[in-house]
């Protein structure tokens, strides 16, 4: 089907969520997961920073990445303040000595209704090389480093592999960004539906 037809099948309703990301890779296994999960929904993106390392290393730079790409969206006034949002932030993990990964963490917030609901992605291989080059390139002094490098994953691999610094997931690992998210979001979208039903 169409994409524009897609969205407009799909869209309305009575559940609207923002991204708090523009980002494609982003914004559309979120919009694909709460349609099929609400049956109508609508989602948009809307960019957001967060005051973070660009490439956060570590499940609390992720999840703290991800709340405050939904606290920028609010106190910036982009969205009101009863908007249900959901964040995407990737990080990478060291799980093992030397075996690093990377991960999603979803988070949806919806104050009305006083929900909060994180997943996170299935877990992406990242050759060591790849973080060692990441870590060599960010500077003693950088004022981020307590949430992790300022040179992203993507950055080097895309220098190394030529490959898109936003999904290079299928490149390295054979699954790509969107179907990782995808999956997550579906979780997301379940465990949200399954408390709103609750109250």
Same mark, same amino acid.
């Given at each position: ?20 990301? $523009?980002? *494609?890779?982003?914004?559309?296994? +979120?919009?694909?997961?709460? /349609?099929? !999960? ?5 989602? %948009? ?63 949806? $917030?919806? *104050?009305?209704?006083?929900?909060? +609901?994180?997943?996170?992605? /299935?877990? !992406? ?5 790849? %973080? ?68």
């Amino acid at each position: 089907m169409d994409p524009q037809m897609k969205d407009v099948l799909y869209s309305g309703g009575d559940i609207s969520i923002v991204v708090a990301s $523009s980002r *494609p890779t982003k914004v559309e296994p +979120v919009k694909e997961a709460f /349609q099929k !999960t609400f049956g109508r929904a609508t989602v %948009v993106g809307k960019d957001s920073q967060p005051g973070i390392a660009p490439q956060p290393v570590g499940f609390d730079a992720g999840v703290k990445g991800a709340h405050e790409r939904i606290n920028n969206l609010r106190c910036t006034r982009l969205v009101s303040e009863q908007q249900v949002c959901v964040a995407v932030e990737s990080f990478i993990v060291e799980l093992q000595p030397d075996m690093w990964y990377d991960i999603a963490c979803l988070l949806l $917030s919806d *104050p009305v209704h006083a929900i909060s +609901v994180q997943t996170f992605s /299935q877990a !992406t291989p990242v050759p060591l090389e790849y %973080v060692k080059r990441a870590q060599s390139e960010c500077p003693p002094s950088y004022s981020l480093s307590s949430t992790g490098y300022s040179v992203t994953i993507g950055q080097v691999m895309q220098r190394q592999l030529a490959v898109d610094p936003s999904d290079w997931h299928s490149s390295v690992a054979g699954v790509s960004r969107v179907q990782l998210l995808h999956i997550a979001a579906k979780q997301l979208a379940f465990l949200y539906q399954q408390q709103l039903s609750r109250r």
